[in-house]
């Protein structure tokens, strides 16, 4: 997959997308905790995010009390660049579905992608319970941490969701880029690549292996990580965005228009 520019996403794919790609993941993004609600005869927000918009919007305006429609709907703003109005549709929808925690989720995600990081953590809080944790929500609830630069903190949640789904690579990766942006790259590597190890593992995960690889100065190696099975133009392409990411020759900083949330890893 070709990654995007920085102006789509930053890196669309978890580091060289969660780096610099949101719902984390170019490549596919991180999707709603909730799953796609798409049928094969709809478009999905990710192959056609306006056009979804549209459908579900007006979906969503024919009943606006329903969840499914206003989660599809949120789903669809969020891929279409529309952040704001995806809060808005969702907060919407935790009023008209009280303790809904599917759209408790999604809301906590599009609040993350705005960079409401303080109230994205809080209503993810309210998504899951400590008797009954999920997984996907630790682990977006690390990564709004990790934005907000309590990474150890963002650390314990990682590890909460590796208890539950050992060997996940998306958690795996989260964790590594959360060590990247404390500059602790020998540890960032180490679990990028427990992560790259899964059969699980996407493109994603081998763009963020790469990029932290390229940071410790391991160019042509990153470089070979980055082209592997892709055909030739693709690769070009995106071995020109790695070097364009690394001519700074640092990791990202933590905070707003840090890492995009939407560019982090989770599974559908």
């Known amino acids: ?45 990710q192959a056609d995010p306006q056009r979804a918009a549209e459908i579900y919007g007006d979906r969503y305006r024919a ?18 660049g529309q ?15 009280a303790g809904n925690k599917a759209v408790l989720a999604a809301y906590g995600r599009a609040l993350a992608d705005n960079g409401d990081f303080q ?21 977006v609830q690390g990564t709004v941490l990790d934005q907000m630069g309590r990474n ?5 949640y990682y590890a909460g969701a590796l208890k539950i ?20 790259l020998p540890k960032a590597e180490g679990a990028l690549r427990q992560a790259y190890a899964s059969t699980r593992a996407d493109a994603r995960v081998r763009q963020n292996l790469a990029l932290v690889i390229g940071l410790q100065g391991r160019f042509s190696e990153a470089e070979g990580i980055v082209k592997a099975d892709l055909p030739p133009e693709e690769a070009a392409a995106n071995v020109a965005y790695l070097k364009e990411m690394l001519k700074g020759r640092e990791a990202p900083r933590n905070g707003r228009g840090g890492i995009p949330v939407a560019a982090l890893s989770e599974q559908d």
């Open 1 to 45: 997959m070709r990654l995007q520019p920085p102006s789509a996403r930053l890196l669309a794919s978890a580091a060289l997308a969660t780096l610099l790609a949101v719902g984390l993941g170019g490549c596919k993004t991180m999707s709603d905790i909730t799953g796609s609600l798409a049928t094969r005869t709809e478009p999905s927000p």
């Open 165 to 184: 789904m050992p060997g996940e690579p998306s958690v795996l990766s989260n964790l590594g880029l959360s060590y990247m942006l404390t500059k602790e």
């Open 152 to 156: 150890d903190e963002a650390r314990r």
């Open 63 to 80: 009943n606006p009390k329903d969840a499914n429609a206003a989660l599809a709907y949120g789903q669809a703003l969020r891929a279409n």
């Open 119 to 139: 109230q994205a953590f809080d209503v993810l809080s309210r998504a899951h319970s400590p008797d009954n944790p999920d997984w996907r929500i630790l682990s």
């Open 83 to 97: 952040r704001a109005q995806a809060v808005a549709v969702l907060e919407q929808a935790t009023i008209a579905n």
